[in-house]
Structure formats: C-alpha cells, structure tokens
C-alpha cells in the first residue's frame, strides 16, 4: 500500500526535476550577466531594446488577429456540423488535424508560390498583406486546437435543445449563435484561445520567411549573436506561455451550466414578448 502511494509521488517528483532543472539553469544563467554577481542586467538590456518591444507587441498583435478569426472560423463550423452535418465531423476532424502532419515550412512556401507578387492576389507586394497573411497562416497553425477545444464545449452542451427553443422564441439563428450557443461554450473558446497565443508567441518558420519581426525570429537572432539575453529571453518566453496555461486552467474549470442556457432563453423569450 506504501508503495503505491509514493509511486505517483515519485513519478511526479522525477518529471518536475526533467522539465525544472534546465529552467533553474537557464534562470540562473541569465543573472550571471555581471561577472561575480547575480543581476537581472541581462532582462534590463532585453526590455531597453527597442526591437524586443517592437517584435513583443507585433506577435501579441498578430495573436488576438488569430484569436479573432479562428473563432470566427471554428465556432459557426462547429456549431453547424454537429446540428446539421453530423456525419461530416470525421471529415472536418481530419481536416482540422492536417497542420500538425503538414510542416509550416512547406505551407509558407506554398503562399509565397501562390501569393506572391506577380499573382491575382498580391499578398507579398506589400507589408500590410504579409501581415495578413502571416495572421491566416497562424489561423491555420492553430486551428487543431481551437477546434478540439470549441468542439469539447459544445460536446459539454446539447445544442439541438438549445436551438429549438430558442426558435420557439422567434430567435433567427446568428442571434442564437452568438447570443445562446456562444455564451455556453465561452470556456472552451478562451480555452482555444490561450494555445493560439502560445502558439504565434512562439512562432519562427513562418515569420522569419515571411520576414516579419515577430518575437520568434527576434529570439533565434539574439540566440545566433549573445550569450545572456537569449537565457532572459526564454525565462520571459516560458512566463508568459505559462501565465497563458495558468489562465487556461481557471477558464477551464468553468464549465458551462444550465443557467446560462436559462438566462439567455429567458431574455430572448422577454424580447419576444415584448
């Protein structure tokens, strides 16, 4: 009986160690800056770099882009396949499962044969359309797991009784969208959400050869020419992806109630009483 108990004790302890120690390490290499001292110099020179500010806020940028189309794209689809199309969610699931088969390198060069700037859609021609299509690219990266998490949630639901009595009330259905069905399934989206976020922080293959200064082609660049702040770096970049996993928990111990479901019909049933 003792050791069954420690058994999981033990397993957990040996993985904490793996994924810590290199952490520690790094950590504490990047306070070794000043010679004979620790110093968070290193994180001074890497928040006064101009480029590490530009390259932060452009990645936070293009990830609520991503965020924003991705729902739009996956939330509809899912909803829809599980009313009206059940039999195509094999499909859609495979679909959705080709971008952790298919390399980023070979869909980036894909878009800069098809996209580039002697095409019908000159995407490359100018910065604003690379930036585009970087956010589309980051979609597509990120769309196996915005869509598992979206599809959990509304697997958590039953959306054919929410639909119906919602038209009962004389609710079209992009009110019942975005108005009943949304609101239930809010968890699994920011669920989805916070993994594409990790996800275009961390992202080079398609920005460095689209030649956009996101955080992940600054991070290869410092890595290549200075020894401190690329360890700064990665202690930044795991603090953020973890704050994004951390949230990811909150959000996803919420799960969705029948209260919800209950107040938005008793409002769309008041409106239509009215």
């Known amino acids: 009986m003792t050791n069954s ?3 999981p004790f033990a397993i957990v302890a040996v993985g904490a160690l793996y994924f810590f120690l290199p952490l520690v390490a790094t950590f504490e290499f990047s306070l070794s800056m000043l010679r004979g001292t ?3 110099e290193a994180y001074r020179v890497v928040f006064d770099d101009p480029r590490f500010r530009e390259t932060f806020v452009f990645s936070v940028v293009a990830a609520l882009a991503t965020i924003v189309l991705g729902a739009l794209l996956v939330v509809p689809t899912t909803y829809w396949v599980r009313l009206k199309f059940p039999r195509l969610r094999p499909l859609v699931e495979f679909i959705t499962l080709l971008p ?13 044969r098809l996209y580039n700037s002697s095409s019908l859609l000159p995407f490359t021609g100018s910065a604003l359309g690379t930036n ?3 956010v589309f690219g980051y979609v597509i990266l ?3 797991y915005m869509f598992r998490a979206v599809d959990t949630g509304m697997a958590a639901i039953d959306i054919r009784t929410l639909t119906e009595a919602a038209e009962s009330l004389g609710a079209k259905r992009p009110t019942i969208l975005f108005k009943v069905i949304l609101p239930n399934v809010r968890a699994a989206v920011l669920s989805g959400a916070f993994l594409t976020f990790a996800i275009v922080i961390g992202e080079f293959v398609l920005a460095s050869l689209l030649n956009r200064p996101a955080f992940g082609p600054y991070l290869a660049l410092m890595g ?21 996993m951390a949230m990811l928990q909150v959000v996803g111990s919420q799960a969705p109630g029948r209260s919800r479901s209950g107040r938005s019909l008793f409002k769309l049933g008041r409106r239509a009483a009215r």
């Open 224 to 244: 290549a020419n200075r020894a401190y702040e690329p360890a700064a770096l990665a202690v930044i970049a795991f603090a953020v992806t973890w704050a994004c």
């Open 100 to 112: 952790l088969v298919i390399p980023p390198i070979v869909l980036v060069f894909g878009y800069l």
């Open 142 to 144: 990120s769309l196996p």
């Open 5 to 7: 108990r420690l058994a």
């Open 38 to 40: 620790w110093s968070f």
């Open 132 to 134: 585009i299509l970087l």
